[in-house]
């Protein structure tokens, strides 16, 4: 994964910037990318800073709330898809990916597996 620029870097540029210096000209002398020297000139007008954000985290789960729905849900109807779910979803207006919710039934320890019952038929050369 990619790291942040330094902090000196950082402030060097704005510190160019501030100083009179436009962002092209700071980008050009320090070896940055001019969206990244305009980036790091709002923040530190807008905040007082221009240090880099935190990397990395823990996404809030999208589906959390409808927990309870979606577990309710597969048990009244074990048949149904994936796609039907999240068409419902929808309906009940929380928009999400069909992976959003395959993820979200996987980490329940659900899976939408064949059932062997549906199995096709085996090919003519099959022996008994």
Not at 22 to 50: I, M, N, P
Not at 56 to 80: Q, T
């Amino acid at each position: 994964m990619a790291r942040p620029y330094s902090q000196d870097l950082r402030d060097r540029v704005v510190s160019s910037v501030a100083s009179g210096a436009t962002c092209r000209e700071a980008a050009a002398r320090f070896g940055v990318g001019l969206a990244t020297a305009v980036r790091w000139s709002h923040r530190y007008r807008t905040t007082g800073d221009a240090s880099a954000r935190p990397m990395g985290g823990c996404r809030r789960a999208v589906l959390a709330g409808e927990r309870d729905w979606l577990l309710a849900r597969i048990a009244e109807k074990p048949d149904l898809t994936l796609r039907a779910i999240v068409a419902e979803l929808a309906a009940r207006g929380v928009r999400v990916s069909y992976d959003a919710v395959w993820r979200f039934y996987r980490q329940a320890g659900m899976t939408f597996k064949k059932k062997p019952a549906r199995s096709r038929a085996g090919s003519s050369g099959r022996g008994p």
